[in-house]
DNA sequence: AAATATACCTGACTGC
DNA sequence: TGCAGTCAGGTATATT
């Protein structure tokens, strides 16, 4: 599933390819994604130079002259330049036909992705009230230690709340977790400054290594898959439930948070 | 206001 | 072999 990382990596892969180019035309061969896809599409950015990729959140914005299409890739979404010619396949969704005969092919087996176009000058009330990028300043421990003063709510649900911080999914949440020595089952407000600090750290060290991992390991955007290289990282506990933590030997433990699975060490998380 | 539940969808896996 | 059932998971939205 595509988290923050391996959204930043189909940036990077794409963006170089995108701009610059003119689009002559959008193919929608299945408009129902998480929200329909509009069928004005084509008729908007036909025609339009694409001037660059930006991403906010898990989300990417693909700037064109006269607005934005506001692409989710949800949990098994992900983008690719082919020849327009290459033929479709099943869940081979939407087509960016470019003017040099490439184009961006929208894949998406589960449909949980959107692709959504904002008019220039307007902000999507996707993006309103997104909390601040992991990877930015504005996620700090002063930041963090004040917003989780006084909740109750369970350490690892608050940082998955994109009200909170974006970006941060059930992997890579686990993960921090674990580094920083936390049992996700404590309440936001009763883990210690220190802890939340540690936890800041912890979330940017393992968010950007993956984007580093994806940058090297990665993924062909061109003809290939256009698959960035999932979780190259090891992984400490995410899916590990019942076997032995590597740091102590301890079984790994398994809960449910905020209806999401969550595997921890009840000896090195406290 | 915050916490919790629900819905969306289908591939992968399990058990019979 | 095949079928029915279960689960995962990001995130908006409804409900408590």
Redo the contacts with the bound molecule.
Sequence with gaps: ???LPEVETTRRGIEPHLQGQRVERVLVRNA?L?WPVPDDLDARLSGQRIRQVERR???LLIRAESGTLLC?L???GSLRLVDAATPAE??EHIDLVLANGQALRYTD????GCMLWVVEGEQH??LA??GPEPLSNDFSAPYLQAKAKG????IK??I?D?AVV??V???YASEALFSAGIDPRKA?GQVSAAKLALLVDEIKTVLARAIEQGGTTLKDFVGGDGKPGYFQQELMV??RAGLPCHTCGHELREVKL????SVFCGACQR
């Design positions: 599933m595509p988290e129902s998480r959140a898990k989300y989710h949800g949990m098994s099943k869940h087996p589960r449909r949980f009330p996707l009230t997104l909740r109750k709510a369970a649900p608050f998955m994109n974006v970006g999914g059930n992997i936001a995410y899916g905020g209806q999401r699975s």
